[in-house]
């Protein structure tokens, strides 16, 4: 079974900054696309980024310039480093992995909260 599990989430003022992990397990995670989303209450879950097993990354529009996607195979883990964090970027953020070529296989994270409040 494919398992996941994020971390690093937090309270941090505006403008500051936070790295969130999310840690594959159960699966090879170099053959899988991953991506990070979020939830803020009320509001639908949003993609935020995403990388594929090449590491090609794409990013919502809301976070281009602030945000990086990256990932260690070696490690099977995927990394959100988020900087010049705003009120609005306030939600649970969720990762989430999908076979590169049979999309079925895919899994969610449990989620961590990330809140920016001054």
């Known amino acids: 079974q494919v398992q996941l599990v994020e971390s690093g989430g937090g309270l941090v003022q505006p403008g500051g900054s936070l790295r969130l992990s999310c840690a594959a397990s159960?699966?090879?995670?170099?053959?899988?696309?991953g991506a990070w989303y979020r939830e803020a209450p009320g509001k639908q879950r949003t993609l935020v980024a995403r990388?594929?097993?090449?590491?090609?990354?794409e990013y919502a529009d809301s976070v281009k310039g602030r945000f990086t996607i990256s990932r260690d195979n070696t490690k099977n883990t995927m990394y959100l480093q988020m900087n010049s964090l705003k009120p609005e970027d306030t939600a649970v953020y969720y990762c989430?992995?999908?076979?590169?070529?049979?999309?079925?296989?895919?899994?969610w994270g449990q989620g961590t909260q990330v809140t920016v409040s001054s």
């Open positions: 989430h992995a999908e076979h590169s070529r049979f999309v079925q296989l895919r899994a």
């Open positions: 159960g699966v090879t995670f170099s053959l899988y696309v």
């Open positions: 990388v594929t097993s090449d590491g090609a990354t």
